[in-house]
């Protein structure tokens, strides 16, 4: 069989315990909080400080990333550029659409009224 165990408590009995305030007073308890305070802001620090150094060098690499791109995006557009100046490729063209050397281009785009017909 099971006895069921109750719990009595007297109020008489019951104390009240108060922190003593005056503990912190202490040398050492001052001393061992300002380290602990010391710590936190030092520690504190270091992880904004390791932060920094991370973020700028992502930043960095990403930078050189797009370097090396825009190096291969100048490399390719050079290489159409050289590809389309190509002088026997251009007189080519010319003289299959059979087109004529203009000279003194400048007097024609000056003087805009040269080519009208009256």
């Known amino acids: 069989m099971i006895c069921p165990v109750t719990a009595v408590s007297s109020l008489g009995r019951t ?29 504190a620090y ?7 150094v991370a973020s700028g060098e992502y930043n960095i690499s990403i930078e050189r990333t797009k370097i090396i791109k825009l190096t ?11 590809a389309t100046e190509d002088p026997v490729a251009a007189m080519a063209f010319a003289q ?9 281009i400048v007097y024609v ?10």
């Open 72 to 82: 291969e995006s100048q490399g390719l557009l050079t290489a159409k550029k050289s």
């Open 15 to 43: 104390r009240r315990h108060s922190f003593d305030w005056s503990v912190l007073l202490n040398r050492v308890v001052i001393f061992n909080m300002i380290l602990v305070c010391l710590s936190v802001v030092g520690f």
């Open 46 to 52: 270091y992880i904004a400080g390791v932060n920094a």
């Open 96 to 104: 299959a659409q059979h087109l004529v050397e203009a000279k003194d």
């Open 109 to 118: 785009f000056e003087n805009s009224s040269v080519a009208l017909k009256q």
